[in-house]
Every structure is written in structure tokens, then in C-alpha cells.
């Protein structure tokens, strides 16, 4: 799926979607929100409404030439992760974006949910919210209870880089880390700067 999108199911934890947004328009990322159903609001599971820049019925699909600079973004929350897992289709362009060598990023229980229904991923590191773990672990993928993992791909592995956050308060950390994997690290030194951190 080329571009970059963070894709938003009702009850996804707000920081996690819009602080890493925020960071990578800070960086000079194009992100689009997409509403995973038909209607462009969607609300956080701290009730916020938000409306997304393009819902389901309207978002464009662009799989031919998707690489490394493509990235299918995650949040957390619930019951948003389970929303996202639960949305068979968001599941197969999933699966299609990773086996073309598409970039993945999960935060909080998006990795354990989201990410597991990913194949190739043992040996992968990842980091996600206390309980979350084992589907990924029993994929063979290897738990690391670190606030961001950045997993580069590993061919003949199918699969693009992968990169995970453990929970809200690693949102921003979660979203720099995306920015520093699509433009390196000085552009993500530039913008963590710029919030004083």
C-alpha cells in the first residue's frame, strides 16, 4: 500500500495515533488517517471524536511498486486494536503490503493483535503493552520489553521493517522512531528538539 497511513478504529487510544501523527507532519511525512468503516469519524476510547482524513469507502488502495518507504500505521487502545485485527479486509491489505516489503508500525496491543497475523516474523524483535505478547512470541518473533523496537527486514524473510511501541507514554518516542526509519536520524533529532525533549 503505498504512502504512509495510520489507520483508525473505534476505541484507538488517542495518543498513540495523534501524537505520532503529529510528529511526522512535524517531519515533513504526508500521513493520512483512514477510517476503517464507512464513516469519516471515528472516536478514541477516550471519547474524542476525530474525523480522519478518508474513510474506508473512499480511501485508494495502491499496492503496484509498494516498498520500504510505505508505512501501514497501528495504533493501540481498546477496543481499537481488536477492531483493526477484526477487519478481515484492513487484514489482507495487511498481509499484502509486508509480502511486497511494506513497512509495519504497532503501538500498545496493536503488535499482539495486529501484527501476529503477519507471517515470517520469527526472529523479529518487538515491544508492545504488558499481556500482549504471546501470539507474537509464539510466532517466534522475541519480546523485548524496551518503549520503541525498530526490527529491520531480513531477506530472504518476507516482510519490511517492523516497528513497535509499548504504550501511550511511548507514543512520541513511537512516532520518531517512524520518522527516523523513513529520514534518518537527524530528521528525528530535529523534530525531538523542537518539542524540548
Given at each position: 500500500?503505498?504512502?504512509v497511513?495510520?489507520?483508525l478504529?473505534?476505541?484507538?487510544?488517542?495518543m498513540?495515533?495523534?501524537?505520532?501523527?503529529?510528529?511526522?507532519?512535524?517531519?515533513?511525512?504526508?500521513?493520512i488517517?483512514?477510517?476503517?468503516?464507512?464513516?469519516?469519524?471515528v472516536?478514541?476510547?477516550?471519547?474524542l471524536?476525530v474525523?480522519?482524513?478518508t474513510s474506508?469507502?473512499d480511501?485508494?488502495?495502491m499496492?503496484?511498486g509498494?516498498?520500504g518507504?510505505?508505512?501501514?500505521?497501528?495504533?493501540?487502545?481498546?477496543?481499537?486494536?481488536?477492531?483493526l485485527?477484526?477487519?478481515?479486509?484492513?487484514?489482507?491489505?495487511?498481509q499484502?503490503?509486508?509480502a511486497r516489503?511494506?513497512a509495519v508500525a504497532?503501538?500498545?496491543?496493536?503488535?499482539?493483535?495486529?501484527?501476529?497475523?503477519?507471517?515470517?516474523l520469527?526472529?523479529?524483535?518487538?515491544?508492545?503493552?504488558d499481556?500482549?505478547?504471546e501470539?507474537?512470541?509464539a510466532?517466534?518473533?522475541?519480546?523485548?520489553?524496551?518503549?520503541?523496537?525498530?526490527?529491520p527486514?531480513?531477506?530472504?524473510?518476507?516482510?519490511?521493517?517492523?516497528?513497535?511501541?509499548?504504550?501511550?507514554?511511548?507514543?512520541v518516542?513511537?512516532?520518531?522512531?517512524?520518522?527516523?526509519?523513513?529520514?534518518?536520524?537527524?530528521?528525528?533529532?530535529k523534530?525531538k528538539?523542537?518539542?524540548?525533549?
Amino acid at each position: 500500500m503505498k504512502g504512509v497511513h495510520i489507520f483508525l478504529a473505534d476505541g484507538f487510544e488517542d495518543m498513540e495515533a495523534l501524537a505520532t501523527r503529529d510528529v511526522l507532519l512535524r517531519g515533513g511525512i504526508p500521513v493520512i488517517t483512514v477510517s476503517i468503516t464507512d464513516d469519516y469519524l471515528v472516536e478514541s476510547s477516550h471519547g474524542l471524536q476525530v474525523t480522519a482524513d478518508t474513510s474506508w469507502a473512499d480511501i485508494e488502495v495502491m499496492e503496484p511498486g509498494t516498498d520500504g518507504t510505505d508505512v501501514m500505521i497501528f495504533p493501540g487502545g481498546m477496543p481499537g486494536s481488536r477492531n483493526l485485527a477484526q477487519h478481515k479486509e484492513l487484514m489482507e491489505i495487511l498481509q499484502d503490503h509486508w509480502a511486497r516489503g511494506g513497512a509495519v508500525a504497532a503501538i500498545c496491543a496493536a503488535p499482539g493483535l495486529v501484527v501476529s497475523q503477519l507471517p515470517g516474523l520469527t526472529g523479529r524483535k518487538f515491544t508492545c503493552f504488558d499481556g500482549f505478547e504471546e501470539s507474537l512470541i509464539a510466532a517466534g518473533a522475541i519480546y523485548t520489553p524496551e518503549g520503541t523496537v525498530t526490527s529491520p527486514a531480513a531477506s530472504p524473510a518476507p516482510g519490511g521493517t517492523l516497528i513497535t511501541g509499548r504504550g501511550a507514554g511511548w507514543a512520541v518516542d513511537f512516532g520518531l522512531a517512524i520518522l527516523s526509519y523513513l529520514k534518518g536520524p537527524e530528521a528525528a533529532a530535529k523534530v525531538k528538539a523542537g518539542l524540548m525533549l
